[in-house]
């Protein structure tokens, strides 16, 4: 579904890559997916990204503490869920007993919250969040479906408090929706939210709803923070519009020109990857979810790549490049986002298609959406990846079928 994509629109990206060039200095371009990416959620709730602590491990230390590890396939040869066993010393992944498991169609998210775990697809017309418990197994049984009025745009989100979900749609909207029992989903009162969103993600704080939206006027992406009722999960907002974050998209459709976003573990920074201009942003939030650049207000060039995914520990962020089989990562604790020792690295596929945090922050796992399998990478003290053994992980059922997304428990 999502690389086979690129093939489609390769002579249109061409052409609009000229354009950019020309018009605006640069940029390749790309359409990822129907499905393209927005961001996600603090590790502590399991759901599609999040942040750690950013400092390696020691030896002899569990580096993390989820029991489990779950991979929506999403396309291709079949619709389902695979679970891993975690080994916590190691964070190597083995096949669960009983996997894979049943999920809708076309998914378009995963988050676990609460001992439960919430996937989001279904066929035009069929769209729904479907949700499963956890058993001590970690074995999933259906637990209920909350239908949605459309599809949408990559990734859920669970709030850190476990009491909310939430996602933007492919019609532009904020949606949310308040757990009122086991796997029982309400809608929030107040959304959806028509902002014009491509994307979103919350502080792990539980205070801030951050949207990446199109202007319907003079064009370009820029950013909104919405404070967010711990009580309701209501919005309230926006306030303190960003800068330019993206310029006005080369070609035509939505996907292009999504804006995707990352907040690391303490709520102080945010990370913003524009994948059709090769930029990356970082933005220090202030005590009102105000944003202020960090390092160039125009954002750091990435030469060549296509920044899609997008994770952050305390310390440092990293970005899953889309055409290119390479990660790169950054620290921003100088005040400007510095490459990390040894950065862009070399993974085994391209796109990485989703990126997620284990939780305590020292492993991370990089969803590789056309080889169909996971990449590990251990993060040192000083922000560099390298692959743990047995990287990269994968079972039949994967290969061919486009995991998209990984969340854990």
Known sequence: MFRRAKCYFSSLFLLAFVMVSIGCGGGSNN???????????????????????GSGGSSGTALTTAQFAYVYNTEGNTHTITGFDVNASTGALAPMAGSPFSAPDQGTGLAVTGGYMYASGGA????????????????????????????????????????????????????GFQITGPGQLSPIS????????????????????FVSYVQTSGGGTHLYTYSINSSTGAWSGPGNSSPAVAGVPPQAGRN??????????????????????????????????????VGNPNGTTTPGSWPF??????????????????LYGY???????????????????????????????????????????????????????????????????????????????
Do not use: C
């Open 31 to 53: 359409n990822p997916s129907s499905s393209s990416p927005s961001a996600s959620a603090p590790p502590s709730t399991g759901s599609g990204s999040g942040g750690g602590s």
């Open 124 to 175: 035009p017309g069929q769209n729904q969040i479907a949700s499963y418990q956890i058993g001590p197994t970690g074995a999933l049984t259906p637990s209920g479906t909350t239908p949605l009025s459309g599809p949408i745009n990559y990734g859920l989100s669970a709030h850190s408090s476990g009491k909310f979900i939430y996602a933007a749609t492919n019609n532009g909207d904020i949606i």
């Open 309 to 326: 995914s997008l994770v952050a520990t305390g310390t440092s962020a990293y970005f899953g490049d889309w055409n290119a089989a390479k």
């Open 331 to 409: 620290s921003f604790t100088s005040g400007t986002l510095t490459p990390t020792p040894g950065s862009p690295y070399t993974n085994v596929g391209a796109p990485a298609y989703n990126m997620t945090l284990a939780p305590g922050g020292h492993l991370l796992y990089v969803v590789n959406n056309a080889n169909g399998d996971v990449s590990v990478w251990n993060i040192a003290g000083d922000g560099t990846l390298s692959q743990i053994a047995g990287s990269p992980f994968s079972t039949p059922e994967m290969v061919g079928s486009n995991p998209s997304y990984l969340a854990f428990q």
């Open 256 to 293: 292009p020109t999504d804006v995707h976003l990352a907040v690391d573990p303490s709520s102080a920074y945010l990370f913003a990857a524009n994948p059709f201009q090769n930029l990356v942003f970082a933005f220090r939030i202030g005590s009102d979810g105000s944003l202020t650049a």
């Open 190 to 209: 107040g959304t959806p939210l028509s902002v014009h969103a491509t994307g979103m993600a919350l502080s792990p704080d539980g205070k801030w709803g």
